[in-house]
């Protein structure tokens, strides 16, 4: 499907159209501030407009570390504009029926991929895929699930990162002294818990879940981070006292995770690292939980390579053939290693930074 062809007597260009008028009345409210965040994402400029402190309070920690000034005279790439029903007394399009907020979302695309439109009991969500544009509303902000707030529009992010060349990753990303290394592997495989580990040994972390891939101008890999948060089961976040007491525990029962913002950490927690927006990837490292001690074999192109499609497919099942080429390119380019993970916690980073130590660094220019 295009999203640059046009459906517009679709229904969802229709709801589309209504959120955005919905949007236009919410902000011209008496007594609402519209408060605006300009970020970096996936290498480009975004910005997010919110109608509602209390809902901008709730969203914008995950991505507040990604903030920087708006280049002059240069639209962003990718805008989203968002309301607060409760606050502005307008909810233009009706939810999903239902009361449960965990619930698995209601998704409606037109029939030309261009309008993708998502419903869940407290917000309706709509995005122009050729435009990079999201709008929406939530309500009972107070209340919001730990999804929205530590991933928050993830599914539009991640389609809107897909559509302009950077495919989505099923991984972390942690970095030091210049270098990355991209940790894949499915759920379970030991990704946050060795991510988490070298973030409290000072490396720099851009993420334990979803990276965006691009090529630099040398032809290397980098990722870019999107979300500083961290979604933890709270039996395991005991191994990790320092994020434990930070920690936002789940308040709907169709929750099993805790949140963790790691910008409630980051320079307040002696010897842990920075939060990043990007990293040269020099090496693949492959997780997986076992009984005995920490330990690091080589790995092949192809074990990297199926570990990467396997997530990406997971992550983001129409990613096209475009995105599987990169990400097989990427296995073909930068060595691969398994990383056995064993019960001792401060060996993981000792490990991960050897990895890193024996690689030759790669020269990559950084966006400001």
Known sequence: MDPATTAVGSAEARTFDALERGF????????????????ALGGRSATLEVAGDALFDRITPALAHLAREEPAGQAPGFTAALWDADA?????????????????????????????????SHAVVGHDRARGAIVGW???????????????????ILLANQDRGAPPLHAALVARRGRGALLVGEGGSGK??????????????????????????RGGYVGHGVYSSTHVDPVHLERFPALHARAVFPSWEGEDKAVVFL?????????????????????????????????????????????????????APHAGAGGMAALLELAASVPAFRLDLGQDIAEIPRAIAAVLEGIPMQQVSRSP
């Open 192 to 217: 946050t818990t060795a991510s988490l580990a070298c973030f409290l040994a000072g490396f720099d972390f851009l993420g334990d879940d979803y990276i965006s891939l691009l090529r630099d101008h």
């Open 88 to 120: 502005t007394g307008i909810r233009e399009v009706p939810p999903a029926p239902g009361a449960d907020p965990t619930v698995r979302a209601e998704v409606s695309v037109s029939p030309d991929g261009r309008w993708v439109v998502q419903r869940r």
């Open 138 to 156: 939530f309500r009972d902000v107070e209340r919001l699930p730990l999804y929205d707030r530590g991933r928050p529009l993830h599914p539009q």
């Open 24 to 39: 236009r009345r919410a902000r011209s409210r008496p007594g609402i501030e519209v408060r605006r965040l300009s970020f």
């Open 263 to 315: 910008s409630d950490v980051a320079g307040r927690e002696a010897g842990c690292g920075r939060l990043e927006r990007e990293s040269p990837i020099d090496g693949l490292v492959l997780p997986t939980v076992r009984t005995g001690p920490t330990r690091v074999v080589s790995a092949t192109p192809g074990e990297a390579g199926l570990r990467l499609v396997q997530g990406a497919i997971a992550l």
